[in-house]
């Protein structure tokens, strides 16, 4: 875990010496679900760098739980770039996360995710493979030969539609299977919904509600959880 850290500041100090276009994005989420043992709340923070036609991501957060025995959430990093498709625009996204839900949990991730923007709608499709895996010293003292289960490929997907309502004011709404740190099997997709406003020309608040729920091809469609998240994003 330490070093997952000392990865992530370094790359923050690095993203902050560097020349470059930089995006900061702070936010606090709180809801429940089945899993959570009743309400939850998580905070996250993280900054994006534009270095010539390349975009550098690192986000961590933190989460206050019945349910979890970490305090630290998750750590995310993103590499992207623009390109064409049969001259139409495109932004491929190639990620790493780390989940430690315990001292003796760990899921990792590791994603790519092509993501292309119409006028109303925007459309994002991608794979990721998934790894549980025990810590060694934790398999070794334990006599667990199997240390990991591996997830070889999930789809990932969103649809998003946008409707500004004015030059301050936006709106979109969203259908995914994936969000900050939470990635979910194609079968159980969340309803999300944005209302975004622009303070000043580099500072913008924003307002999440979520609802997810489980086995939308099943006969029987549970409902599974909620979120609500506000936060802001500013140009340094």
């Given at each position: 875990?330490?070093?997952?850290?000392?990865?992530?500041?370094?790359?923050?100090i690095?993203?902050?010496?560097?020349?470059?276009?930089?995006?900061?994005?702070?936010?606090?989420?709180?809801?429940?679900?089945?899993?959570?043992?009743?309400?939850?709340?998580?905070?996250?923070?993280g900054?994006?760098?534009?270095?010539?036609?390349?975009?550098?991501?690192?986000?961590?957060?933190?989460?206050?739980?019945?349910?979890?025995?970490?305090e630290?959430?998750?750590?995310?990093?993103?590499?992207?770039?623009?390109?064409?498709?049969?001259?139409?625009?495109?932004?491929?996204?190639?990620?790493?996360?780390w989940?430690?839900?315990?001292?003796?949990?760990?899921?990792?991730?590791?994603?790519?995710?092509?993501?292309?923007?119409?006028s109303?709608?925007?459309?994002?499709?991608?794979?990721?493979?998934?790894?549980?895996?025990?810590?060694?010293?934790y398999a070794?003292?334990?006599?667990?030969?199997?240390?990991?289960?591996?997830?070889?490929?999930?789809?990932?997907?969103?649809?998003?539609?946008?409707?500004?309502?004015?030059?301050?004011?936006?709106?979109?709404?969203?259908?995914?299977?994936?969000?900050?740190?939470?990635?979910?099997?194609?079968?159980?997709?969340m309803?999300?919904?944005?209302?975004?406003?622009?303070l000043?020309?580099?500072?913008?608040?924003?307002?999440d509600?979520?609802?997810?729920?489980?086995?939308?091809?099943?006969?029987?469609?549970?409902?599974?959880?909620?979120?609500?998240?506000?936060?802001?994003?500013?140009?340094?």
């Open positions: 875990m330490k070093y997952r850290l000392v990865l992530f500041f370094l790359m923050l690095s993203l902050q010496t560097i020349k470059a276009q930089l995006t900061a994005d702070i936010s606090m989420l709180g809801g429940a679900n089945y899993a959570s043992s009743g309400l939850y709340s998580d905070f996250s923070g900054i994006t760098a534009v270095i010539s036609e390349w975009q550098f991501a690192a986000t961590a957060g933190v989460t206050f739980s019945n349910a979890r025995e970490n630290f959430n998750a750590l995310k990093m993103d590499v992207s770039r623009d390109f064409r498709i049969k001259e139409k625009p495109v932004t491929g996204h190639i990620f790493y996360q989940h430690p839900f315990s001292a003796i949990l760990h899921e990792h991730n590791v994603g790519i995710i092509f993501h292309h923007r119409r109303k709608f925007s459309y994002d499709i991608g794979l990721n493979t998934r790894i549980f895996k025990l810590p060694n010293a070794e003292s334990n006599g667990y030969d199997q240390v990991s289960i591996w997830e070889p490929i999930n789809l990932m997907y969103k649809i998003t539609y946008y409707h500004p309502f004015s030059d301050q004011w936006d709106f979109k709404a969203s259908v995914t299977n994936f969000d900050t740190f939470l990635i979910q099997q194609e079968t159980n997709p309803l999300i919904a944005n209302l975004g406003y622009q000043s020309s580099k500072l913008k608040m924003y307002l509600l979520g609802y997810l729920q489980a086995g939308l091809m099943n006969i029987r469609v549970n409902y599974f959880g909620y979120f609500i998240r506000g936060g802001i994003q500013w140009e340094l």
